[in-house]
Nanobody
Framework: QVQLVESGGSLVLPGGSLRLSCTSARSILTIRSMGWYRQAPGKQREMFATMASGGNINYADYVKGRFTISRDNAKNQVYLQMDSLKPEDTAVYYC?????????WGQGTQVTVSS
């Protein structure tokens, strides 16, 4: 079992920045990969940033150069730094962990980009 809790979502102006956190109740050193997904109203959940335990990182094209995934092993946290936010980034953001081919999800945190 992996329990994940996201935090940091908020209302932000276009062009602004936010940092999301995902806290794992389990050591993230034992987690094969972790990632950030998002789901906008009326749309499917989509993956846009993943980090494997070995450090390999992948981003969807639409967030490259704007979003950065990182982690703090000592705190069992994975972060998402989001810069140059756009209204189309508005969504519920979820953290996902993969352990033994099983997906575990947090409850999500709302990010709203609006003036």
């Amino acid at each position: 079992q992996v329990q994940l809790v996201e935090s940091g979502g908020s209302l932000v102006l276009p062009g602004g920045s936010l940092r999301l956190s995902c806290t794992s109740a389990r050591s993230i050193l034992t987690i094969r990969s972790m990632g950030w997904y998002r789901q906008a109203p009326g749309k499917q959940r989509e993956m846009f940033a993943t980090m494997a335990s070995g450090g390999n990182i992948n981003y969807a094209d639409y967030v490259k150069g704007r979003f950065t995934i990182s982690r703090d092993n000592a705190k069992n946290q994975v972060y998402l730094q989001m810069d140059s936010l756009k209204p189309e980034d508005t969504a519920v953001y979820y953290c996902k962990a993969v352990v033994a081919s099983v997906n575990y999800w947090g409850q999500g945190t709302q990010v709203t980009v609006s003036s």
